[in-house]
């Protein structure tokens, strides 16, 4: 019976109990970190003037695919090519989450999350990565002219 008591102190509510989303809305990001990735582009959103992207490295809270990160407004989105090797310049916002709401997410939602992250891009430069691959071997064909 312990689970019907937490129920009703939180009420019936499906999604966030009204005190942690407006404490998660309300959360005061710190300076960023800025932290380079390379990765590619997997959406171009010109309208927005965002991306989302797939990174090689990790991002600091885990997640390789970024969703709708924002670009400097400086970027020529024509010149953005999807699928094509990047080298991202990213920063990192972090808000820390109170120790009530981490425990409420563990315990309710399963998820581990101690903090907000939220990432813009400073900087992307196209990486010339073919002209590290070595040339296709022609070797079969020469031993089939000799």
Known sequence: MPRA???????????????????????????????????????????????????YEPMPDGRVIVEGIA????????????????????????ATLSDKVVELLKTKFNLDMKAIYNFEIKEL???????????PSASSEESEDD
């Open 71 to 94: 670009l400097p407004k400086a970027t020529k989105l024509n010149d953005l090519m999807k699928g094509f090797v990047y080298e991202f310049k990213i920063s990192v916002y972090t």
């Open 5 to 55: 008591k937490k129920a009703e102190t939180q009420g019936n509510e499906e999604g966030l109990p009204k005190w942690a989303e407006d404490e998660i809305k309300q959360s005061q990001f710190g300076k960023p970190e800025v932290t380079t990735r390379t990765g590619y582009i997997l959406e171009i959103y010109e309208k927005d003037s965002r991306l989302d992207i797939q990174v």
């Open 125 to 135: 430069t196209m990486m010339d990565v073919e002209s590290d691959m070595p040339a």
